[in-house]
């Protein structure tokens, strides 16, 4: 016995050797070392594997190399056998032996399994049983398409978030890997998708997870001996909506076992969804595999939303809350918080917060008062390129016409606008207003600083133009 163990180790052994020198490093040390030589019967070596999800990892990736390995060592009839084991972790623990499909006599054949084994799969939710109705898919019910509002920042994720809801699996944005900044919304659209599929297809397996979740429970599964359970479980679901997947960024074990369900559900025509604070061609400490999936279908970027968005948002915000503010108080919040849509909403909770408690009605004063620690432009001085910016978002003119030499009316108009502006409320000379418009000399600036005087003088609808943009800029 003593001498058949040895020779079966040292059989292994010898593959060892060749196998090491063809494939990488990391995969040698996560699939190979943990394998033990069992027994050596003829031309037969038996090996024993952790598990069922190790064993299936081993034929599907490695079967090629195994086969010419052991026909190597063993001989042209050279043959490999897994030993694998089952519920470790059970009081009634048992192995089952498989024979590889090198030899090509199971390629199409059912491995035989426990009658019970899927029943003993274990729910990484804490969950128990397998039924479709016991699996939540931990959606956040505040998060809908309904209090979604859309702008020309997220139209193009909303509409195909808005497509895969109404068909999981089967549109070509599978899957849909939708990116931004912190705070632009891309957890309220994954959790709003999912609400959407859950409600137009009830008995549809939907779950959300955080990534960094998702890692925390291989984790603990890989110490449970139970890969297999998470992997079954999570090849389960009809659509996956994996929320920061950045976080499994340099973890190796995470992305291969990530690959592997990922094939299984695309293959399978289920839903991926997944969000990231990147584009996948900027993100690092992926594997290139993993990376080239994530471009299969779509990826769609949320962008900052523009002023129009934000009053919107707030509108939105106090409809939902059943409150309401005056308009120059929310076109102020809206004006001065433009990068965070998280940042938006709470500025809006804390004023309504000072407010109770103070038993103060909520006023610009209040606003102005109370929000300092939000707002980022109420100790900047206000700029040319600011003034530039503010007239031609008004007019909705690009700021590089108003710079360029064209004579349309409406970039003249935004132009002169802007120049008299920027003589009131900047100390700047009036060639340094000039050369910020294109390089035009002073009396350019003063052409249009009299234009504009004699305009609102006689013209009301130009008058209540320059008012408007003269009362955002009070707000800065």
Known sequence: MIETERTCQSVWDSCLQIIKDNVPAKSYKTWFEPISALKLEGNVLTIQVPSLFFYEWLEEHFVSLLRKTIKHQLGPDGRLEYNIIMDSNSQNGHSINIPTSNNGELKNQTVPMPVNINSSIKNPFIIPGLKKLNIDPQLNPKYSFDNYIEGDCNRLARSAGYAV???????????LFIYGASGLGKSHLAHAIGASVKTQSPDKLVLYVNAERFGQQLVESIGNRTVNDFVNFYQLI??????????????????EVFFQIFNHLHTSGKQIIMTCDKAPKDLVGFEERLLSRFKWGLTADLQIPDIDTRISILHKKMQT??????TDVIEYVAHNIESNIRELEGALVSLLAQSTLNRKEVDLP????????????????ISIEYIQKLVCDYFEVPVDMVKSQTRKREIVQARQISMYLAKQHTKSSLKSIGMHFGGRDHSTVIYACQTVDDLMDTDKKFKSWVGDIQKKLKMT
Do not use: Y
């Not at 809801?165 to 899957?175: C, K």
């Not at 809350?321 to 005056?326: A, F, K, R, V």
């Not at 606003?367 to 109420?378: D, G, P, R």
């Open 165 to 175: 809801a109404s068909n999981p699996g089967g549109t070509s944005f599978n899957p």
């Open 238 to 255: 009809d659509v996956l909506i994996i929320d920061d997947i950045h976080f499994i960024s340099g973890r190796e074990k995470t992305q």
């Open 321 to 326: 809350d059943g409150i309401t503010l005056p």
């Open 366 to 381: 209040l606003a102005k008062q109370m929000l300092k620690n939000f707002i980022k432009h109420s100790n900047k001085e």
